[in-house]
């Protein structure tokens, strides 16, 4: 896939875990920017993302997810 792919993908699925049909995310987006992505949310999130990507992330992968963006490049890497 490539990063637009996976970018649209993404959004989709940040959509649908926030509900928030109109939600625009970015490379820089962080769990501050988004209304609602708190610590009980970010693990649905990583769920969801698993699920939509038919990945698997370890802890420490998901631990050193700091934006969007990080989280975009750990998917283009293991949904190969």
């Known amino acids: 896939m490539t990063r637009a792919e996976v970018h649209e993908k993404l959004t989709g699925v940040f959509r649908k875990v926030f509900d928030q ?3 625009v995310i970015g490379d820089a987006t962080t769990a501050k920017d988004v209304e609602g992505w708190d610590s009980l949310a970010h693990v649905s999130l990583v769920v969801a993302v698993e699920k939509a990507f038919g990945v ?3 802890t420490k992968e998901v631990k050193a997810l700091a934006n969007v963006g990080d989280f975009l490049e ?5 949904a190969k």
């Open 56 to 58: 698997r992330f370890t």
């Open 74 to 78: 750990l998917i283009q890497r293991r």
């Open 21 to 23: 049909p109109s939600l």
